[in-house]
């Protein structure tokens, strides 16, 4: 039995490292030192942003990344790859692998907030982030939140765990819907599937994952409710004290994002429709 145990003990341990793997990449330093060099990256799956498909990375991210990749061969002689060696499902597990390695890069959708900055680096943000209120479409269109307990009578909240939107959900819960249930997932992904099934849910998330939904033709409802104060600004993540920041911060300039190209990146990814929605 004690032999049992050691190596259940053991066998968790192992689990627990593998989802909380540290990496180890190369500096902006060195690489421009030697005027080659990758740029190691993890990702969290993000609809429209980061994926993988047919075995090639894709989406808004993947693209800003090569241009990134253009400036710093023109302005710093540097030929840079980027490594992707691993793809984290679960959003707290993604912050926590950047968080525990070094010199690595994090793809995703991020909020960049005072609370992370403590214990991450972020580049400068590459675009902003509304967020939206969505349930499946039995509910009516709630535009107010006084109004929420009565609208979403018989419903559940499905929300991220570890989002920006946890804290928030909470807050106005207690102020207008109380007896509001709460559960948790670990993905927008997740999220999307509690909206299609049968049951009554309702969700505040980022864009991206509304863009997913509506790319997929689901069901939903959006809710015209305001959430100005939720809107925050999104950034790839790095380990504290990472110098590729001071390369991010050369390349990624409010010009930049005011640029055909840039527009060009959002339309091509994500719709021209949705090119206004996100600034």
Not at 152 to 174: M, P, Q, W
Not at 189 to 207: A, M
Not at 235 to 244: E, L, N, R, T
Request: net charge neutral; with cysteine; glycine share 6%.
């Amino acid at each position: 039995m004690k032999f049992y145990s050691f190596c259940l003990t053991f066998l968790i341990g192992i689990n627990i490292s593998m989802g909380f793997s540290q990496l180890t990449g190369s500096s902006w330093a060195d690489v421009k030192k030697s005027g080659k060099g990758e740029l190691t990256c993890v990702y969290y799956q993000t609809p429209g942003l980061v994926y993988e498909e047919n075995g090639k990375m894709q989406g808004v991210c993947i693209d800003i990344m090569e241009e990134f990749k253009n400036y710093v061969n023109e302005k710093h002689n540097v030929t840079l790859n980027f490594n992707f060696e691993k793809k984290v499902p679960v959003f707290t597990n993604f912050i926590s692998t950047v968080k525990n390695s070094k010199n690595i890069m994090g793809v995703c959708n991020t909020s960049i907030t005072s609370d992370r900055k403590k214990y991450i680096d972020f580049s400068p943000a590459y675009m902003n982030n509304p967020s939206v209120l969505l349930s499946n479409q039995e509910a009516g269109k709630l535009s107010d939140f006084s109004s929420m307990a009565s609208n979403f009578e018989g419903y559940k909240a499905v929300i991220i765990k570890g989002s920006t939107h946890e804290k928030y959900l909470k807050k106005i819960a207690d102020q207008y819907f109380p007896d509001l249930t709460i559960e948790y997932a670990n993905s927008g992904s997740e999220v999307n599937t509690k909206l299609r099934g049968n049951d009554k849910y309702f969700t505040l998330i980022d864009f991206t994952e509304y863009f997913d939904a509506v790319r997929k033709k689901m069901n939903v409802t959006r809710h015209p409710v305001p959430l100005n104060e939720l809107e925050d600004q999104l950034g790839f993540i790095f380990p504290k004290g990472s110098d590729w920041t001071s390369a991010w911060e050369e390349f990624l300039t409010p010009e930049f994002k005011e640029s055909v190209k840039y527009k060009k990146i959002v339309a091509d990814n994500l719709g021209t429709s949705f090119v206004n929605l996100i600034r």
